[in-house]
């Protein structure tokens, strides 16, 4: 059973733009959101993560000042802005939800819930 479901990835120069969106149940929906990225062979690495009620963000630092989190809660939707793309940022892209301590949200294995991910791939 899909549990997230992440959409808006797609193909774009660099410089360019792209939203990600990741779509939640009541089940998965959770106080933590955050979004990882992983290319072949590699493991997932931390992006973004925000606390449920959107006032804590915390970004890695290759993306801090291009991209940002926020969510929707009535949605249960979080979202990923992301600017100023770089062909290094190419990878897929997954949306995690968990009861996360916000000391740990970099860590990939304190999420419960995880979508299948989106591909974005940067031209340069």
């Known amino acids: 059973q899909v549990q997230l479901v992440e959409s808006g990835g797609g193909l774009v120069q660099a410089g360019g733009s792209l939203r990600l969106s990741c779509a939640g149940s009541?089940?998965?929906?959770?106080?933590?959101m955050g979004w990882f990225r992983q290319t072949p062979g590699k493991e997932r690495d931390f992006i973004a993560a925000?606390?449920?009620?959107?006032?804590?963000?915390y970004y890695a630092d290759s993306v801090k000042g291009r991209f940002t989190i926020s969510r929707d809660n009535v949605k249960k939707t979080v979202y990923l802005q992301m600017n100023g793309l770089k062909p290094e940022d190419t990878a897929v892209y997954l949306c995690?939800?968990?009861?996360?301590?916000?000391?740990?949200?970099?860590?990939?294995?304190?999420?419960?819930?995880w979508g299948q991910g989106t591909q974005v791939t940067v031209s340069s």
């Open positions: 009541a089940r998965t929906f959770s106080n933590v």
């Open positions: 995690a939800a968990g009861a996360v301590p916000w000391a740990m949200v970099g860590r990939a294995r304190e999420y419960s819930y």
């Open positions: 925000i606390s449920w009620s959107g006032g804590s963000t």
